[in-house]
């Protein structure tokens, strides 16, 4: 008889767990965009990992964005840029952003997002729309973010 109740217990504890935390992600995002929006960063270099099977996937890239907008990107596993046709699938911290609002307004199967807690950028994205289709899972890392300029009062 306790058996049944352990099991019982159990899974009311996981089903609560899951519910709770994909409830937080929406309030997540907005306060980690809050923080980011707060430092009204328009300029800044980073380091980027994509793991996927997209474009530039596979690549551990190091950005760099001027005025909020993609300006160079280098491969660092072959230390060569990445070719200017390409720099359109670099994204900006603001994208990632609107990445991890789309993956949740999509419902994806599996979502978890990691934010720095001082500039409230995405520091690990991790994505996978549908647990039935191969290949649509995403995790991009984000590391070393270092302001280039500050920002115009």
């Known amino acids: 008889m306790s058996a049944r109740y352990l099991l019982a217990f159990s899974l009311v504890t996981l089903t609560g767990c899951q519910a709770t935390t994909a409830a937080s992600e929406p309030d997540s995002l907005t306060q980690a965009r809050a923080r980011w929006e707060a430092h009204n960063l328009g300029s800044y270099r980073f380091e980027m990992s994509r ?8 690549r551990r890239m190091e950005v760099t964005v001027h005025a909020g907008s993609v300006s160079a990107a280098a491969d660092l596993d072959n230390n060569n840029s990445v070719e200017a046709a390409l720099l359109t699938y670099v994204t900006t911290i603001p994208d990632l952003f609107d990445l991890i609002e789309d993956a949740l307004g999509r419902k994806a199967a599996y979502f978890s997002a990691m934010y720095d807690p001082i500039l ?6 991790d994505i996978d729309y549908s647990a039935t289709t191969a290949d649509d899972e995403l995790t991009i890392t984000v590391r070393d973010l270092a302001v280039l300029e500050s920002a115009a009062p």
């Open 51 to 58: 793991t996927c099977v997209c474009v530039l996937g596979g």
């Open 120 to 125: 409230g950028y995405p520091t690990r994205i």
